[in-house]
């Protein structure tokens, strides 16, 4: 059983920046991706970016440019530093683990419950 949590989320300035942040915890060997999606209201959830365990990214166009993922192995953690933030960006954001569990290396995908983020002046 892996357990996946976000924080970081709140209220923000149109033009200001948020951190969000991601742990996961359990009988876990090791996460392979972390992803961080957001869902606005009457929207489907969209991909924003993913990293690998070895570092690599890859973002869409919603977060290019935007939006920074960050990985810290050590604390089965995962950030995203969102700037410039506008009302565009209000949605709950949601981070997935994708990786294997100790100790029979069997893979899972755990969600967390996601974190509101609201842009408004």
């Known amino acids: 059983q892996v357990q996946v949590v976000e924080s970081g989320g709140g209220l923000v300035h149109p033009g200001g920046s948020l951190r969000l942040s991601c742990t996961a915890s359990?009988?876990?060997?090791?996460?392979?991706?972390w992803n961080w999606y957001r869902q606005a209201p009457g929207s489907q959830r969209e991909l924003l970016a993913l990293?690998?365990?070895?570092?690599?990214?890859s973002y869409t166009d919603s977060a290019k440019g935007q939006f920074t993922i960050t990985r810290d192995n050590a604390k089965n953690a995962v950030y995203l530093q969102m700037n410039s933030l506008n009302p565009e960006d209000t949605a709950v954001y949601y981070c997935?683990?994708?990786?294997?569990?100790?100790?029979?290396?069997?893979?899972?995908?755990?969600w967390g419950q996601g974190t509101q983020v609201t842009v408004s002046s």
């Open positions: 997935s683990a994708i990786g294997e569990l100790l100790p029979t290396r069997a893979s899972f995908n755990s």
């Open positions: 359990g009988n876990i060997f090791k996460i392979n991706v």
């Open positions: 990293i690998t365990s070895i570092n690599i990214t």
